[in-house]
C-alpha cells in the first residue's frame, strides 16, 4: 500500500494499516465500521474501531487535513475542549483524498441526539450556557472559528449541566489573540448557523416552536457577552476597597477559571483592575481535584466531587475532634467513598456514563432517598437502589451507535 500514516507519537493508538486507503472513504467495507450518531459534514465522515476504541475519519484535502491536525493538536496542546487528532493520511492511491483520523469522544452526544432522545432537564438553557462557555474558552485562547455551530459540537453530561467540545476546526485560525472585530464576526456566524440549525431541527422532530430558533440563537450570543464580560472586564476600585480584587478572583473560581496575574493600574481616583484574556485559565475546579486525587472529570463534575470530599472531611474531624489534613482526608475519602460506591457499579453498565457523572447522580439519588426516608439511607443502599431504578435504564452513551439498517445502499447514499 502506498499510502503514507502519520500519527501522533505517542502509545496507545492503533497503526490502521489494515484499512483499505486505496478505496473512497464513502465505498470501504470493511470490518472495523461502525455507524456513529453524528452532526451534519460536508466532507465525507466514516467511523471505525479498535478494541473497543472508536475513530472518527473524515476525507478531505490533504493541505485541509494537515492545517486541521496541526489546529487540533496546538489546541489540545493549550488544555482546550476538543475532539483528539490521532493522524492524518496523505499520499493515498490513485490521487485519494487525505483522511483526518480523530479520536471518538467517548460519552458524548451530537445536540440533535440530545433533543431527540430527551432526559438532560432545562435541554434549551445547558445547551445555551456550555455553546456560550466554550466560544469563550476558545476566544480567551486566541482561536477564532470561522464556523461555530452546534453540529460541529459534541456534548458530556457534566454533572447535570452539559460540557461542549469542538469537532471541526477546518476554518480556524490561531492568534496570539483576538480583536474584537474577530471576537464579534465570530459570534455573529454562531446566531445565525444556531439559528438554522434550530430550524432545521423543529422541521426534522416535527415540532415547531418548541426551540424557539431565533431566542435561542439570540440568548446564546448574550451569554457569551455576559461570560466574556465577566472574565475580561476592567474595574475600578478605591484605596479602602482592595477587598474587590479578592471578591472578583473568587467569583471568577466559582465560574471554573483561574487567573494567572493581575494588572493594577493606580490613578488619581484610585486603582483599575485588568485582567488580560491570555491569562484567565478555564478548568480551576478540574485541575484541582485532579491534583488532589487523580481523578479526571469535568468542571462541574469536579466543583460537585470536591463539595463532597470537603464534606466528608469536615465530618471527620468533627467525628475524631481533631484537624485532619488535607492530604490524609483525601486519601480517607478515596478509600472510604468514592472507590467503594465506583466498585459496587456491575461491570457492564459503565458504558451509560462517566464515572465523576455516575458519582454525581449517585450523590443525587442518596439525597432523595434520604428525603423520602428522613434519615440518611447511606451508600450502600443508595448505590443498590441508584443501579435499579436508574442507572439499568439509562441508555449506553460511551459510543451512541446509529440504528442498524438493512439497505447498505441506502448507507453509502448517506455517507456519501
Known amino acids: 500500500m502506498a ?30 465500521l461502525v455507524e456513529v450518531e453524528r ?3 460536508r466532507h465525507v465522515v466514516r467511523f471505525v474501531e479498535y478494541s473497543g476504541a472508536i475513530y472518527a475519519l473524515k476525507e478531505l484535502p490533504p493541505e485541509l487535513a494537515r492545517r486541521e491536525y496541526r489546529l487540533l493538536r496546538s489546541l489540545a496542546a493549550d488544555e482546550m475542549p476538543v475532539v483528539e487528532a490521532v493522524g492524518v493520511v496523505t499520499e493515498r492511491p490513485n490521487d485519494r483524498e487525505a483522511v483526518l ?30 455553546g456560550a462557555e466554550l466560544l469563550v474558552r476558545l476566544h480567551l485562547g486566541g482561536f477564532y472559528w470561522g464556523d461555530c455551530s ?32 474577530q471576537r464579534r464576526l465570530d459570534l455573529t456566524i454562531a446566531e445565525d448557523n444556531v439559528h438554522g440549525e434550530l430550524l432545521d431541527l423543529e422541521a426534522e422532530l416535527d415540532r415547531p416552536g418548541e426551540l424557539a430558533p431565533e431566542e435561542t440563537a439570540a440568548e446564546l450570543a448574550a451569554r457569551y457577552e455576559t461570560l466574556w464580560d465577566e472574565l475580561t472586564r476592567e ?9 474587590v480584587i ?22 488619581e481616583d484610585g486603582y483599575r483592575l485588568r485582567l488580560n484574556p491570555r491569562v484567565v485559565e478555564p478548568g480551576h475546579h478540574r485541575r484541582r481535584l485532579h491534583a488532589l486525587t487523580g481523578l479526571n472529570a469535568q468542571e462541574n463534575q469536579a466543583r460537585r466531587l470536591l463539595n463532597d470530599l470537603a464534606g466528608f472531611r469536615a465530618r471527620l474531624e468533627q ?6 489534613p488535607e492530604t490524609v482526608g483525601v486519601h480517607r475519602w478515596l478509600a472510604d467513598v468514592f472507590e467503594p460506591a465506583m466498585a459496587a457499579i456491575p461491570g457492564e453498565l459503565w458504558g451509560k456514563r462517566q464515572a465523576a457523572e455516575v458519582f454525581h447522580e449517585l450523590l443525587e439519588h442518596r439525597w432523595f432517598r434520604s428525603q423520602q426516608a ?16 436508574v442507572l439499568q435504564h439509562a441508555p449506553d452513551e460511551r459510543a451512541v451507535l446509529a440504528p442498524e439498517t438493512d439497505d447498505e445502499d441506502e448507507d453509502e447514499d448517506e455517507d456519501g
Open 235 to 243: 474595574q475600578a476600585f478605591g484605596s479602602e476597597n482592595r477587598y
Open 246 to 267: 479578592d471578591e472578583r478572583l473568587r467569583r471568577l473560581n466559582e465560574l471554573g477559571f483561574d487567573v494567572e496575574e493581575v494588572e493594577l493600574v493606580a490613578g
Open 39 to 41: 452532526g451534519i459534514h
Open 374 to 389: 428522613g434519615e440518611d439511607i447511606g451508600l450502600v443502599s443508595a448505590v443498590k437502589t441508584y443501579v435499579e431504578d
Open 150 to 181: 452546534l453540529s460541529n459540537t459534541l456534548f458530556r453530561r457534566d454533572a447535570g449541566a452539559l460540557a461542549a467540545y469542538l469537532v471541526d476546526a477546518e476554518t480556524g485560525e490561531l492568534h496570539p489573540s483576538l480583536s474584537d472585530g
Open 319 to 324: 467525628d475524631e475532634g481533631r484537624t485532619v
Open 101 to 130: 483520523i480523530t479520536r471518538h469522544l467517548d460519552y458524548s452526544l451530537p445536540f440533535r441526539t440530545l433533543f431527540a432522545r430527551g432526559g438532560v432537564p432545562n435541554l434549551r438553557v445547558r445547551l445555551l450556557d456550555a
Open 3 to 32: 499510502a503514507r500514516l502519520q500519527l501522533v507519537a505517542r502509545t496507545g493508538h492503533p497503526n490502521f494499516l489494515d484499512l483499505p486507503w486505496e478505496q473512497p472513504l464513502a465505498s470501504w467495507k470493511s470490518e472495523r
